[in-house]
């Protein structure tokens, strides 16, 4: 498996790589039902996915990793090498996202292992995320990674309830 960061091009994302992470992400309707980022889950649009990317991407610091294997995109990782909070050290993972037809293989541990790897070759010795309280398919997942709970908070998009977990690097 190999991580490419997804660059825009001219300021615009290209087009293939954009519909082929369209495909990821509406393949994952439960998780964007529970989320609540897309209107309708059961419709989530290229232009919707081009529009979360891009804000994404707005922020400093912030990589959208692509997952492949064997040329096939399995996975997505949103990161943010530094939180807007000035007391938090830690760079964060945002978002990981695997394709829904390869669920239960091991691409979402590995994603999370070579994210992991990229922030420790940085000189980094933590890594955090927040997880959906109403989500524990995966609190179970992050938890079995090394992942603890360091507390409850809202995000701060949405105000939705979150656990606040970290993994030492």
Request: net charge negative; glycine share 8%.
């Amino acid at each position: 498996m190999i991580l490419e960061t997804l660059a825009p091009t001219d300021g615009a994302l290209p087009g293939p790589v954009l519909t082929e992470v369209t495909a990821l992400y509406a393949g994952n309707r439960a998780f964007f039902e529970l989320s609540g980022d897309f209107p309708d889950p059961d419709r989530i649009t290229v232009d919707q996915v081009a529009r979360a990317l891009a804000d994404e991407l707005a922020t400093e610091g912030a990589e959208i990793l692509l997952a492949r294997s064997e040329g096939r995109l399995v996975g997505l990782a949103a990161t943010l090498a530094h939180h807007p909070s000035p007391d938090d050290p830690d760079p964060w993972i945002g978002l990981l996202l695997v394709d829904a037809g390869s669920h239960r293989r091991g691409h979402g541990r590995r994603i999370a292992a070579l994210v992991e790897d990229r922030f420790r070759t940085a000189g980094r010795t933590g890594l955090r995320l927040a997880v959906l309280e109403d989500n524990p398919r995966a609190l179970a997942f992050w938890t079995a990674q090394g992942y603890a709970l360091l507390r409850r908070a809202p995000d701060r998009e949405l105000g939705r309830p979150c656990l606040v977990l970290r993994k030492a690097l």
